[in-house]
């Protein structure tokens, strides 16, 4: 290696690409599917790197936290089902309320995979 040689890409040439603009941006969505600048990307690209996406980690935080309601609500369940004596002074209508609560997380817990998946099925 030279001592002349610069640190950065910025100071050589650039490649210039042509392309139609449904090109273009079908690239930069691969680009932002794979957290890289369009540059980058096509660097990678045209070196022969396999390049992969990545996750929503908002939406997978979502998918936790819903996770652990879901968790909280089903145990609470068990406990009214097993007649526990800590749930004693439940009745129907706190029940009620708690399945409710479940199925508004289920649907919470659908509409976040269908950020992350959006071709996912909606009927299960």
């Known amino acids: 290696m030279t001592t002349d040689i610069k640190s ?4 050589y040439p650039p490649i210039k690409v042509y392309c139609f603009p449904h090109e273009r941006e079908a690239i ?18 045209g070196q022969g790197y396999r390049v992969t996406g990545i996750l929503d980690y908002k939406a ?8 652990g309601d879901l968790g909280r609500l ?8 097993t007649d526990d004596v800590r749930t004693a002074g439940y009745g129907v209508p706190v029940i009620r309320g708690l399945l409710d609560r ?23």
């Open 60 to 67: 997978v935080e979502d998918l936790v936290r819903i996770n």
């Open 28 to 45: 930069e969505k691969a680009a932002r599917d794979s957290a890289m600048s369009t540059s980058r990307f096509l660097n990678q690209v």
């Open 102 to 124: 479940l199925e508004e997380r289920q649907q919470e817990v659908r509409a976040a995979i269908a950020l992350v998946f959006p071709t996912a099925d909606d009927s299960a």
């Open 74 to 81: 089903g145990g609470l369940l068990k406990l009214w089902l």
């Open 8 to 11: 950065t890409r910025k100071h």
